[in-house]
């Protein structure tokens, strides 16, 4: 169920619309810099005595009328320890995998280690292992379903100062108990950090249990039509994303455009009705799968059957639209069912209105080494599904057709 009030939240804008005509629509600011009245007004603003646009690469108002937007939207209906409402700051960056980027440097050093699962995002996983243990930042991959076993990992590697988790996960949908893995978290003074992507602010609000980030390719639902690359960044530590966050983003020149950051805010608009449509199909199509004489295994949290449906409606309120299946026959089977889709669409993205599926150990997971791919339950027979706006009807039947 879609919370009171997001709906509303999503569709209004507020952004400073200087001049003598109010647009309906904010304008795009495709500005690379912006203009002073004196230059004591520079120096005010150079000195950090006063606040200005200086530089899109710093930010720019279609940026951060978003990231303003997102930040409440995780925060909607949340309080903080004094009993007032929530409050969150948020950056916008130029792909989910920026916004990845800045949270490991802003909050890591060389000789720091990450405890995250064996089945995140596969250019995670690359992001990890090619990038961050270059840079003296290492990497314990474990089981994150028992939380005895992930509070072994951190007992053995002292260095652990981050927990890294994606839930519901790319591409299993496996969830982890939010709430318990917070608790185990602060118990050893680790920061926590939420993958929020496949849930949307709409299923599930990590804040809720206290989770101190969150990031979201905001390419995928947050746009919700495949337009424009994204990623944004969220924390309650205000000051921490004003001034080390922030810093990150702007020296490594990570910031998100004003195009995509516009069409990002049309896409928003949206939102909560698209979820709901993409919860519901996904359901159908669920259900339709594991009744199906040629599919193995569903992986959706929405059923009863999937091993983690109580932690799921503990802590979401929808399942969304992503499901995951393995068919009789493995790798084979699956290219085969791949090269029969005529009405779904073959690609490695997710989150946009029509239905899209694809092979995750050939594609997004395509860089992960097969023993961890194996581990964290990515068989080769594995197929991932964005199940669209489109008639359930018509997904299924062109599933049906594909199968035979």
């Known amino acids: 169920m879609i919370q009171k009030g997001m709906a509303s939240l999503c569709a209004k804008d507020s952004i400073d619309r200087s001049g003598k005509v109010?647009?309906?629509?904010?304008?795009?600011?495709?500005?690379?810099?912006?203009?002073?009245?004196?230059?004591?007004?520079?120096?005010?603003?150079?000195?950090?005595?006063?606040?200005?646009?200086?530089?899109?690469?710093?930010?720019?108002?279609?940026?951060?009328?978003?990231?303003?937007?997102?930040?409440?939207?995780?925060?909607?209906?949340?309080?903080?320890?004094?009993?007032?409402?929530?409050?969150?700051?948020?950056?916008?960056?130029?792909?989910?995998?920026?916004?990845?980027?800045?949270?490991?440097?802003?909050?890591?050093?060389?000789?720091?280690?990450i405890i995250t699962h064996n089945n995140i995002y596969g250019t995670s996983t690359e992001l990890l292992k090619d990038v961050c243990d270059g840079l003296g930042i290492k990497t314990v991959f474990t089981d994150f379903s028992k939380i005895e076993n992930i509070e072994k990992q951190i007992k053995e590697h002292p260095s652990i100062r981050m927990m890294y988790i994606e839930t519901p996960n790319n591409p299993?949908?496996?969830?982890?108990?939010?709430?318990?893995?917070?608790?185990?978290?602060?118990?050893?003074?680790?920061?926590?950090?939420?993958?929020?992507?496949?849930?949307?602010?709409?299923f599930q609000q990590p804040f809720a249990f206290d989770i101190d980030f969150i990031v979201h390719s905001t390419t995928k639902y947050l746009n919700g039509h495949g337009t424009a690359l994204g990623g944004i960044l969220i924390s309650k530590d205000i000051e921490f994303m004003k001034k080390k966050a922030w810093k990150v983003r702007k020296t490594i020149g990570a910031c998100c455009s004003p195009f995509d950051a516009w069409l990002l805010n049309n896409g928003i608009k949206t939102l909560p009705l698209r979820m709901e449509k993409h919860a519901a199909n996904a359901l159908q199509i669920a259900e339709f799968l594991e009744n199906h004489p040629a599919v193995t295994k569903v992986n959706y949290p929405g059923l009863p059957s999937h091993p983690n449906y109580r932690i799921a409606t503990k802590q979401m309120s929808g399942f969304s639209g992503m499901l995951s299946f393995e068919l009789q026959g493995g790798l084979k089977i699956g290219i085969r069912m791949m090269n029969k889709i005529k009405f779904c669409t073959l690609t490695a993205t997710l989150g946009t209105a029509d239905t899209l599926i694809q092979h995750p150990a050939s594609m997004t997971h395509a860089t992960v080494p097969q023993q961890q791919r194996l581990a964290g339950g990515i068989s080769n027979g594995l197929i991932r599904m964005s199940v669209g706006l489109e008639d359930a009807e018509d997904i299924m039947e062109d599933l049906k057709q594909a199968m035979l």
């Not at 709430?179 to 926590?192: M, N, P, Q, R, W």
Request: glycine share 6%; with cysteine.
């Open 172 to 202: 299993t949908l496996s969830c982890y108990d939010l709430e318990a893995l917070s608790d185990l978290a602060k118990k050893y003074g680790l920061v926590t950090a939420v993958d929020n992507t496949f849930a949307s602010p709409c």
């Open 22 to 113: 109010l647009s309906h629509t904010p304008p795009i600011y495709a500005s690379s810099t912006f203009v002073y009245e004196s230059p004591e007004k520079i120096i005010k603003v150079f000195e950090g005595k006063e606040e200005a646009y200086v530089y899109s690469r710093w930010s720019n108002p279609n940026i951060e009328l978003v990231e303003e937007k997102i930040a409440t939207l995780e925060c909607l209906g949340l309080k903080d320890t004094n009993g007032n409402t929530l409050k969150a700051k948020s950056l916008l960056f130029a792909s989910g995998m920026g916004a990845i980027s800045a949270l490991f440097l802003a909050n890591l050093k060389q000789g720091d280690t």
